[in-house]
Nanobody, 123 residues
Framework: VQLQASGGGLVQAGGSLRLSCAAS????????MGWFRQAPGKEREFVAG????????YYSDSVKGRFTISRDNAKNVVYLHINNLKPEDTAVYYC?????????????????WGQGTLVTVSS
């Protein structure tokens, strides 16, 4: 499956963004999906995950309550809604997918990755 992330940009602290990840090539509903991010000089970290049907979601403690992951299997898209953005949210955000993902926080269980979209939060 091919993944294309979009929606990043420059936002002021306290603002909101919606990132999108469009999938193509295979049956999207067969894949669990996740979002990761990598800040400058830091390792990539898990942000959020969602199961194939969208009935279960998973979040890192650092974003819980501000980030919401969702998916639309009819449109082959997974979203990441980000509220109350903070400067420390500045990073390249990547979407990823896989057939057998467990735990969702482990990047090694994902088979497919998008190219990333940059989110920059100004203070």
């Amino acid at each position: 499956v091919q993944l294309q992330a979009s929606g990043g940009g420059l936002v002021q602290a306290g603002g909101s963004l919606r990132l999108s990840c469009a999938a193509s090539g295979r049956t999207f509903s067969n894949y669990g999906m996740g979002w990761f991010r990598q800040a400058p000089g830091k390792e990539r970290e898990f942000v959020a995950g969602i199961n194939r049907s969208g009935t279960s979601t998973y979040y890192s403690d650092s974003v819980k309550g501000r980030f919401t992951i969702s998916r639309d299997n009819a449109k082959n898209v997974v979203y990441l809604h980000i509220n109350n953005l903070k400067p420390e949210d500045t990073a390249v955000y990547y979407c990823a997918g896989g057939i057998s993902i467990f735990p969702y926080s482990d990047s090694r269980t994902y088979s497919y990755w998008g190219q990333g979209t940059l989110v920059t939060v100004s203070s």
